[in-house]
């Protein structure tokens, strides 16, 4: 009986198994905070080839990061009624604030490391879960792992906060007959990133195969990077839906959606970008 897979879904291969199996604990970590199922890195990997820890661990956190920016540049398209200003404006804020909230949350501002927390934090964190668990009674919020997690989410929300001009370009220009959209679209967007991480992480680690270039081992690199990057969570803490589902293209692994000539073009808009530098 033959079955058949969801868009998007990672081929159910032996390959892709053993690499599941063998991921580092600090990938799996990674992986569980928003989400993703292990098994799509683990097809990501079969692609790129054989990495280090260390490698592991910096391509699943550069994969992540793709992602968000996708995610973000999908949110900004669908909400056409704030002007980019306005939001590049506001992440900057949230962005100081999160800052704020992390100097605080340690002894030492200046020092803001898990070990140095300051104890009006670490003395109220078991009443901190306490109140957690009365409103999401499904959530378990071990306290110290709360507070690491708390300070990695307000110190990546903080570096976020810096990139407000790059995370909402300026998209419109005045032209003549009228404004015309520039930039790229969250699809194209995210290909380019993906063949910019798939280059860089071949010149960390040449050992893992041949060099950048166009060609079958990029495409299979660059399609399982789109499903790794339209994974969402099923079920969120409360029961419902991620939010993210509703932004998220699940049809942007298919061929048929992003061809190998659409993969190929980002390829040399790259390779032309890197000559004119």
Same mark, same amino acid.
């Given at each position: 009986?033959?079955?058949?897979?969801?868009?998007? @879904?990672?081929?159910?291969?032996r390959?892709?198994?053993?690499?599941?199996?063998?991921?580092?604990? =600090? %990938?799996?970590?990674?992986?569980? /905070?928003? !989400? /993703?199922?292990?098994?799509?890195? !683990?097809? #990501?990997?079969?692609?790129?080839?054989?990495?280090?820890?260390?490698?592991?661990?910096?391509?699943?956190?550069r994969?992540?990061?793709?992602?968000?920016?996708?995610?973000?540049?999908?949110?900004?398209?669908?909400?056409?009624?704030?002007? @980019?200003?306005?939001?590049?404006?506001?992440?900057? &804020?949230?962005?100081?604030?999160?800052?704020?909230?992390?100097?605080?949350?340690?002894?030492?501002?200046? &020092?803001?490391q898990?070990?140095?927390?300051?104890?009006?934090?670490t003395?109220?964190?078991?009443?901190?879960?306490?109140?957690?668990? @009365?409103?999401?009674?499904?959530?378990?919020?071990?306290?110290?792992?709360?507070?690491?997690?708390?300070?990695?989410?307000?110190?990546?929300?903080?570096? #976020?906060?810096?990139?407000?001009?790059?995370?909402?370009?300026?998209?419109?220009?005045?032209?003549?007959?009228? *404004?015309?959209?520039?930039?790229?679209? =969250?699809?194209? !967007?995210? %290909?380019? @990133?993906?063949?910019?991480?798939?280059?860089?992480?071949?010149?960390?680690?040449?050992?893992?195969?041949? =060099?950048?270039?166009?060609?079958?081992?990029? #495409?299979?690199?660059?399609?399982?990077?789109?499903?790794?990057?339209?994974?969402?969570?099923? /079920?969120?803490?409360?029961?419902? *839906?991620?939010?993210? #589902?509703?932004?998220?293209?699940?049809?942007?692994?298919? *061929?048929?959606?992003?061809?190998?000539?659409?993969?190929?073009?980002a390829?040399?808009?790259?390779?032309?970008? /890197?000559?004119?530098?």
């Amino acid at each position: 009986m033959k079955t058949h897979r969801m868009p998007g @879904q990672p081929p159910d291969n032996r390959a892709t198994n053993a690499q599941v199996l063998s991921l580092p604990d =600090p %990938v799996l970590v990674a992986l569980s /905070i928003p !989400g /993703i199922d292990p098994s799509r890195f !683990g097809a #990501v990997i079969e692609a790129f080839g054989p990495l280090p820890i260390d490698g592991q661990v910096e391509l699943v956190n550069r994969l992540i990061d793709a992602r968000g920016q996708y995610l973000v540049h999908r949110m900004s398209d669908c909400d056409s009624e704030t002007a @980019q200003g306005v939001r590049r404006e506001r992440l900057d &804020d949230i962005g100081k604030a999160a800052g704020r909230l992390l100097r605080l949350l340690h002894r030492d501002e200046a &020092d803001p490391q898990p070990w140095n927390a300051h104890p009006a934090a670490t003395l109220a964190l078991p009443q901190l879960c306490r109140t957690g668990l @009365q409103h999401r009674p499904n959530q378990i919020w071990d306290p110290p792992l709360g507070l690491s997690l708390l300070g990695v989410m307000l110190a990546d929300l903080a570096e #976020v906060g810096t990139q407000a001009e790059a995370v909402f370009q300026a998209r419109f220009s005045k032209k003549h007959g009228g *404004p015309r959209r520039e930039g790229l679209t =969250p699809a194209t !967007g995210l %290909v380019e @990133q993906l063949i910019e991480i798939y280059g860089a992480m071949r010149a960390r680690h040449p050992e893992s195969g041949p =060099p950048l270039g166009f060609g079958k081992r990029l #495409v299979k690199f660059v399609r399982a990077g789109l499903t790794f990057a339209i994974s969402t969570r099923t /079920i969120w803490l409360d029961g419902r *839906p991620s939010f993210e #589902v509703a932004f998220m293209e699940t049809d942007l692994a298919l *061929p048929t959606r992003v061809t190998d000539n659409a993969i190929r073009g980002a390829f040399q808009r790259r390779r032309t970008q /890197i000559k004119v530098k």
